[in-house]
């Protein structure tokens, strides 16, 4: 399975952005997947998870991202909001007990 992510770009403090991760196969029986995100000269970080139907928030995006993962699209998203600079970086979706990583997608908050 391929992972391919879009929706990234500018955009300015207090916006928001909605990114996906579209797989080339079925992600139904894929129990857990991630955003992660990576700024430069940082390490890649947890953003977002879910597995089994759970989500899970690192504390800086809580109650301002959303994940969510539509199964007969094979799409997994990311709703931003109230986007702050030090939300800035490579976002990436993964299924990682699979080994399946996407190539990323850059997000810019400029303040």
């Known amino acids: 399975v391929q992972l391919v992510e879009s929706g990234g770009g500018l955009v300015q403090a207090g916006g928001s952005l909605t990114l996906s991760c579209a797989a080339s196969?079925?992600?139904?029986?894929?129990?857990?997947m991630g955003w992660y995100r990576q700024a430069p000269g940082k390490p890649r970080d947890l953003v977002a998870s879910m597995r089994d139907g759970i989500t899970n928030y690192a504390e800086s995006v809580k109650g301002r991202f959303t994940i969510s993962k539509h199964n007969a699209r094979n799409t997994l998203y990311l709703q931003m909001k109230s986007l702050k600079p030090e939300d800035t970086a490579v976002y990436y979706c993964?299924?990682?007990?699979?080994?399946?990583w996407g190539q990323g997608t850059q997000v810019t908050v400029s303040s």
């Open positions: 993964a299924a990682p007990s699979y080994g399946y």
């Open positions: 196969g079925s992600i139904f029986s894929i129990e857990y």
